[in-house]
């Protein structure tokens, strides 16, 4: 139980299955107008699994639920998991939506744009105590199904998140364009073979 949890902290911090179908991708999904899911109170909760045998059965729930959101689209989201609690920062307008922000500095590193276009990619290069590490998001698929135990969803948007830091690492997001991230999918240098998986379990959206 332990090692799932610090292979699932480890995961989600160091880089802030579905059975699908192939559809045609040629055509672009209409245009988002604006990212109107993304608002206080909404709290997704995950199961988080992986495939190493010694696991087998072991799932493990996190959650995110946005504490605050401004005028301006900044949010504050708390992200938790058995025993740990991290404080976060997401950005929306009607333009993007980010999962990896920070406001002190006015960085918003889009997951998902308004209107995605197949193999569209973006890339953003941060700096810290070890040098220049770029980030790569790429827009891989516009309309796949997905089933988690929170539902079957369908013209999910598939995006693959890569890093200059680490090459072996990959995070796969089927995302509903109406409802969030359905699903992710991925690993590490550290951690392969295992493949960690996060599924939608149920969203819970406050009552205006």
């Not at 309309?143 to 890093?163: H, L, Q």
Request: charged share 20%.
């Amino acid at each position: 139980m332990k090692q799932i949890i610090i292979l699932l902290a480890i995961f989600s911090i160091a880089f802030l299955s579905c059975k699908k179908d192939k559809k045609d991708d040629s055509s672009p999904i209409p245009a988002v107008k604006d990212f109107a899911y993304i608002k206080a109170g909404v709290k997704w909760i995950y199961n988080t699994s992986d495939n190493d045998p010694n696991h087998a059965g072991i799932i493990i729930e996190q959650s995110w639920e946005i504490k605050t959101m401004d005028a301006d689209g900044w949010c504050t989201v708390d992200w938790v998991v058995p025993g740990f609690t991290q404080h976060v920062e997401w950005f929306a307008d009607a333009t993007m939506f980010s999962n990896m922000a920070f406001k002190v500095n006015q960085m918003r590193f889009p997951l998902i744009k308004a209107n995605p276009v197949i193999n569209d990619t973006y890339s953003m290069t941060f700096s810290d105590s070890t040098g220049s590490v770029t980030n790569t998001h790429k827009v891989l698929s516009l309309n796949e199904s997905v089933t988690v135990p929170a539902g079957s969803y369908t013209n999910c948007i598939k995006i693959r998140e890569t890093t200059s830091g680490d090459t072996v690492f990959y995070k796969d997001y089927w995302i509903d364009k109406n409802i969030g991230i359905i699903r992710t999918e991925g690993t590490t240098a550290g951690d392969w073979p295992t493949i960690l998986t996060e599924e939608l379990k149920t969203r819970v959206v406050p009552i205006n």
